[in-house]
T-cell receptor, first 115, second 109 residues
Framework: ETGVTQTPRHLVMGMTNKKSLKCEQH?????MYWYKQSAKKPLELMFVYSLEERVENNSVPSRFSPECPNSSHLFLHLHTLQPEDSALYLC??????????????FGSGTQLSVL | GQNIDQPTEMTATEGAIVQINCTYQTSGFNGLFWYQQHAGEAPTFLSYNVLDGLEEKGRFSSFLSRSKGYSYLLLKELQMKDSASYLC??????????FGAGTTVTVRA
């Protein structure tokens, strides 16, 4: 148990569906992240929120829309996805905005399949 | 950009030692992390190096040479539960964290 909980664990959706991924951290951290993990590829940083403000958006397509209503919760809203978006989506949190040795605490991820 | 290289797969026998190498080319350097990820689970933090040398934590050790852009993770007295993917991640001069593709270690009885 890492203190970061993601739901759902698995999600299958069609290209016309709208769904949301949820992440909750119980660690009192002030930064939260979305990463994409595809097979045999490095983790790709998608979004970073620090103190509930989006501080990084790594050229992610607009069909992915993040939301951070408070420092403990992070959502990733999905719409009109493509099959190549199928991957494991990992949420992480940290104390601090990534300027030192602060480590990331990851959730177990949502395995997304787009049909 | 950042370039992080590590072997794709390694296999070793229970009780043995395995060394996972990671080489990196980054614009500046602000630390290197190793994470362990079991299949279907969250990556978990193993070690952090920012100065040259060896950091030891029980059966796991991590080494860094900044001049060579090189690190390794050493797993001693391998156990079956050590079968996992090991991720090398480097924080560059812009403080962005870049990950390697991971090394899948399989421990055989």
């Amino acid at each position: 148990e890492t203190g970061v909980t993601q739901t759902p664990r698995h999600l299958v959706m069609g290209m016309t569906n709208k769904k949301s991924l949820k992440c909750e951290q119980h660690l009192g951290h002030n930064a939260m992240y979305w990463y994409k993990q595809s097979a045999k590829k490095p983790l790709e940083l998608m979004f970073v929120y620090s103190l509930e403000e989006r501080v990084e958006n790594n050229s992610v397509p607009s069909r992915f829309s993040p939301e951070c209503p408070n420092s403990s919760h992070l959502f990733l809203h999905l719409h009109t996805l493509q099959p190549e978006d199928s991957a494991l989506y990992l949420c992480a949190s940290s104390q601090g905005g990534g300027r030192g040795n602060e480590k990331l605490f990851f959730g177990s991820g949502t395995q997304l399949s787009v049909l | 950009g950042q370039n992080i290289d590590q072997p794709t797969e390694m296999t070793a026998t229970e009780g043995a030692i395995v060394q996972i190498n990671c080489t990196y080319q980054t614009s500046g350097f602000n630390g290197l992390f190793w994470y362990q990820q079991h299949a279907g689970e969250a990556p978990t933090f193993l070690s952090y190096n920012v100065l040259d040398g060896l950091e030891e934590k029980g059966r796991f050790s991590s080494f860094l040479s900044r001049s060579k852009g090189y690190s390794y993770l050493l797993l001693k007295e391998l156990q079956m539960k050590d079968s996992a993917s090991y991720l090398c991640a480097v924080r560059g001069g812009d403080y962005k964290l870049s990950f390697g593709a991971g090394t899948t270690v399989t421990v055989r009885a």
